[in-house]
């Protein structure tokens, strides 16, 4: 199956401080989408994106499918930033779509 | 719009106990998807539902969990007997389509600790 990397795997901040988070792909993918996990466990959509730019707020994010990988910064950290960021990968298969998920960039942010 | 909602958010058990895991997802999302998430480790799909029907379930360890999604909407994951390995995270999440998939939207979880 597609292979999912993402790195790097830690990152300590202080608040204000800029990050690119990076997601690498082994194969071909029909879409991408990045999630933020808070510390509590639930996962929130941050962008979905096949390719090209997106941006929200302080965030934004980067697919370029054609080199297989994606990227999100995050801008003027602030400590609700803090949790772990996992991009995960679709790929259109004959009995649907299956969702491949990295094992994520446990980001803290301190005050 | 309401989110996914899952319960119980918490289950201790024993090992070789049964345990059932409720999921409701977002009114009107077709498809429906439970993974299962170790600690430190990302999300592993265990099954996906379009409408009540199995799309993909080939990473659902089926001599001890099954799940159903009756008529359409709601959903039951079940695991029997449990083993110690099976302590983690059960995530159920919707969508509005199988292809593409769109965006995702996740429970808040229901953490599972076998003894």
């Known amino acids: 199956g597609i292979q999912v990397e993402q790195s790097p795997p830690d990152l300590i901040l202080q608040e204000g401080a800029n990050s690119t988070l990076r997601c690498n792909f082994s194969d071909s993918v029909n879409n991408l989408q990045w999630f933020h996990q808070n510390p509590w466990g639930q996962l929130i959509n941050l962008f979905y994106i096949p390719s090209g730019t997106k941006q929200n707020g302080r965030l934004s994010a980067t697919t370029v499918a054609t080199e297989r990988y994606s990227l999100l910064y995050i801008s003027s950290s602030q400590t609700t930033d803090s949790g772990v960021y996992f991009c995960a990968v679709e790929r259109w298969e004959t009995s649907g779509s299956r969702l491949t998920f990295g094992e994520g960039t446990q980001l803290t942010v301190n005050p | 719009e309401a989110g996914v909602a899952q319960s119980p958010r918490y289950k201790i058990i024993e090992k070789r106990q049964s345990v059932a895991f409720w999921c409701n997802p977002i009114s009107g999302h077709a498809t429906l998807y439970w993974y299962q998430q170790i600690l430190g480790q990302g999300p592993k799909l265990l099954i996906q539902?379009?409408?009540?029907?199995?799309?993909?379930d080939s990473q659902l360890p089926k001599d001890r969990f099954s799940a159903e999604r009756l008529k359409g909407v709601d959903s039951t994951l079940k695991i029997q007997p449990a083993k110690l390995e099976d302590s983690a995270v059960y995530l159920c999440?919707?969508?509005?389509?199988?292809?593409?998939?769109?965006?995702?939207?996740f429970g808040e979880g229901s953490r599972l600790t076998v003894l």
């Open positions: 539902f379009q409408n009540n029907g199995v799309v993909d």
């Open positions: 999440a919707s969508s509005r389509r199988l292809v593409p998939t769109g965006e995702l939207f």
